[in-house]
C-alpha cells in the first residue's frame, strides 16, 4: 500500500519546477534521501533524468542560438518544453493513483542509472 507521503513525494519530484523551488534540485534530493522506498525513489530518478535532459537540450539550443546557427531549433526547443511539461504533469497523475510512470524516450537511461 502506498501511504499519503509516498505520493507527496513522487508528485512533489515531478512537479516541483513548477513551484519554482528547484528544476532538478528537489528529484536529486528525494533520490540521495528515499533509496530505501522503491516507490518514491522510482518516481524521483526518472523525473531527475527527464528534468536533466530538459536543461541539456535547452543549454545545447541557446548556445547554438548564441552562435546564430541556432536560431532555428528554437522551436524544437518550445516542442520538447511542451512534452516534458505534458510528461510531468502525466506522471505527477500516476503517481497521485499510486501508479509506476516511465517518460517516454529515456526507460533505458532510468534502468541504468
Not at 533509496?35 to 547554438?64: G, N, R, W, Y
Not at 510528461?87 to 493513483?97: D, E, F, I, R
Amino acid at each position: 500500500m502506498i501511504s499519503g507521503e509516498q505520493k507527496f513525494l513522487a508528485v512533489l519530484s515531478h512537479l516541483a519546477y513548477l513551484l519554482g523551488i528547484g528544476l532538478i534540485i528537489v528529484p536529486l534530493i528525494i533520490v540521495l534521501l528515499k533509496k530505501s522506498d522503491p516507490f518514491v525513489h522510482e518516481h524521483a530518478k526518472q523525473a531527475l533524468i527527464a528534468q536533466a535532459m530538459f536543461v541539456l537540450c535547452s543549454t545545447i539550443v541557446m548556445f547554438l542560438v548564441h552562435l546564430l546557427i541556432g536560431i532555428l531549433l528554437i522551436p524544437f526547443l518550445c516542442i520538447i518544453g511542451a512534452g516534458f511539461f505534458i510528461t510531468s504533469l502525466v506522471a505527477a497523475y500516476k503517481a497521485m493513483k499510486g501508479d509506476s510512470y516511465d517518460y517516454p524516450l529515456i526507460q533505458s537511461i532510468a534502468r541504468n542509472f
